[in-house]
């Protein structure tokens, strides 16, 4: 798995990640964030409000391994990224 789509302004880390992962630079929009395990089974989603462009997200359910990190607005793709939970 590959950064398929990189924002300018979207940040993410740390990466490796041991818990939680801090999110900034989003645009002030709902948006839906969902990990994808190696496999490609969907392992964790979270809605996120568009009141803050920083977010911390706790992944401490998300047992160690490579995730593919997807944000969307409605159906379009603004953000992938792999990310390492330790």
């Keep these: ?5 990189k924002s300018n302004h979207i940040r993410c ?4 990640c041991s818990g939680s992962l801090e999110l900034s630079g989003l ?3 709902n ?3 969902f990990m994808f395990n190696i496999i490609g089974l969907k392992e964790f989603t979270r ?9 911390k997200v706790d992944l401490n359910v998300l047992p160690p391994g490579i995730y593919m990190l997807l ?8 953000y992938s990224e792999k ?4």
């Design 1 to 5: 798995m590959e950064t398929l789509i």
């Design 13 to 16: 880390f740390p990466n490796p």
């Design 27 to 29: 645009p002030k929009k």
């Design 31 to 33: 948006l839906k964030l």
């Design 47 to 55: 809605v996120i409000n568009g009141f803050n462009s920083d977010v």
């Design 71 to 78: 944000i969307f607005d409605e159906n379009e793709l603004l």
């Design 83 to 86: 990310i390492i939970m330790l």
